[in-house]
């Protein structure tokens, strides 16, 4: 083990009642899952992960960044089943200035601070970019019916609770 982690490797054992991703696996096989929307998808680095994963169902991935959404339009283009969107979700319509992170996986809308910068040095920002914010209510009638089974997964670096705000009707349907 040490020979790995010194190349940056780690070795576990996998144990199908108790490792996260059999239990994700689990899960949206449990309750039937037909659309996965993936908020703050970065590259697509979740989707493919379903995808290894065995799930073939419907994949809605939400990225705001133009970098990062070039690489996940590329990813979704090869699965018909899986659809890019290069807009960030809110509680609001509108435009918004994200930051952006040496790692894009950290940037946010939100301020990025110093102990997360501290933690993850490639965290720290080196740019802004301004972005189109929509709601997921706004969308949720064009992108799913009342039939499907949604699983919704964020990841917005702190800005999930303006996300769940604008989904307050979505999450009842």
């Given at each position: 083990?040490?020979?790995?982690?010194?190349?940056?490797?780690?070795?576990?054992?996998?144990?199908?009642?108790?490792?996260?991703?059999?239990?994700?696996?689990?899960?949206?096989?449990?309750?039937?899952?037909?659309?996965?929307?993936?908020?703050?998808?970065?590259?697509?680095?979740?989707?493919?992960?379903?995808?290894?994963?065995?799930?073939?169902?419907?994949?809605?991935?939400?990225?705001?960044?133009?970098?990062?959404?070039?690489?996940?339009?590329?990813?979704?283009?090869?699965?018909?089943?899986?659809?890019?969107?290069?807009v960030a979700l809110g509680?609001?319509?509108?435009?918004?200035?994200?930051?952006?992170?040496?790692?894009?996986?950290?940037?946010?809308?939100?301020?990025?601070?110093?102990?997360?910068?501290?933690?993850?040095?490639?965290?720290?920002?080196?740019?802004?970019?301004?972005?189109?914010?929509?709601?997921?209510?706004?969308?949720?009638?064009?992108?799913?019916?009342?039939?499907?089974?949604?699983?919704?997964?964020?990841?917005?670096?702190?800005?999930?609770?303006?996300?769940?705000?604008?989904?307050?009707?979505?999450?009842h349907l």
């Amino acid at each position: 083990k040490r020979v790995l982690r010194r190349n940056g490797l780690d070795l576990v054992r996998y144990s199908p009642t108790s490792h996260p991703l059999a239990r994700r696996a689990r899960l949206i096989a449990t309750y039937e899952i037909s659309v996965v929307l993936d908020v703050g998808a970065n590259i697509g680095q979740y989707g493919r992960q379903l995808r290894e994963l065995g799930y073939r169902g419907r994949l809605i991935s939400f990225e705001p960044l133009t970098a990062a959404f070039a690489q996940l339009s590329d990813e979704a283009r090869r699965d018909d089943s899986w659809t890019a969107m290069n807009v960030a979700l809110g509680d609001t319509e509108g435009t918004h200035a994200i930051n952006v992170s040496g790692n894009s996986q950290s940037s946010s809308i939100c301020e990025i601070l110093k102990i997360h910068e501290d933690t993850a040095p490639d965290s720290k920002v080196i740019g802004t970019e301004i972005v189109r914010v929509t709601t997921l209510d706004r969308l949720i009638d064009q992108l799913c019916s009342k039939d499907d089974r949604i699983l919704l997964k964020i990841d917005a670096q702190g800005y999930e609770r303006h996300v769940l705000d604008g989904a307050e009707r979505a999450l009842h349907l």
